[in-house]
Nanobody, 119 residues
Framework: QVQLVESGGGLVQPGGSRRLSCSASGIIFSNYRMSWYRQAPGKDRELVARIRSRCGPAEYADSVKGRFTISRDNAKNVVYLQMSDLQPEEPDIYSC????????????WGQGTQVTVYS
C-alpha cells in the first residue's frame, strides 16, 4: 500500500520559516518525481516545487523562487520543503505528490499538512 505522509505543518509568524517533510512508503522512491503543491480554501491547487528522481534541477513556482527549497533523500524515502519568509496571504494546505517517471499513471498524493501564517 502506497502512503505519503506529510509532517512539519503548524503556526508561523509572518517572515518566518518552516520545513515540511513527506515520507513515502510502498513505492520505489528513487523512481518517482516528487512535488509539493499548496491550496487555499476555495482555490485551485498550485504547484510549489518539484524535484526529479535522480538528477536535473528542481523547479519552482515564481511566487516561491528564492524563498523555498525542495530536496530529497532517496536513502530515507523523504522529500523536504524548506520555506522561508512566509506571508499570511499564501495558500496554507501543503500536499506531497509522487509521480513515477517511467509510468506516469502511477501517481499518489498525501493528505496534506497545514501551515498557518499569523500575525
Amino acid at each position: 500500500q502506497v502512503q505519503l505522509v506529510e509532517s512539519g505543518g503548524g503556526l508561523v509568524q509572518p517572515g518566518g520559516s518552516r520545513r515540511l517533510s513527506c515520507s513515502a512508503s510502498g513505492i520505489i522512491f528513487s523512481n518517482y518525481r516528487m512535488s509539493w503543491y499548496r491550496q487555499a480554501p476555495g482555490k485551485d491547487r498550485e504547484l510549489v516545487a518539484r524535484i526529479r528522481s535522480r538528477c536535473g534541477p528542481a523547479e519552482y513556482a515564481d511566487s516561491v523562487k528564492g524563498r523555498f527549497t525542495i530536496s530529497r533523500d532517496n536513502a530515507k524515502n523523504v522529500v523536504y520543503l524548506q520555506m522561508s519568509d512566509l506571508q499570511p496571504e499564501e495558500p496554507d494546505i501543503y500536499s506531497c505528490n509522487a509521480m513515477n517517471e517511467f509510468v506516469s499513471r502511477f501517481e499518489y498524493w498525501g493528505q496534506g499538512t497545514q501551515v498557518t501564517v499569523y500575525s
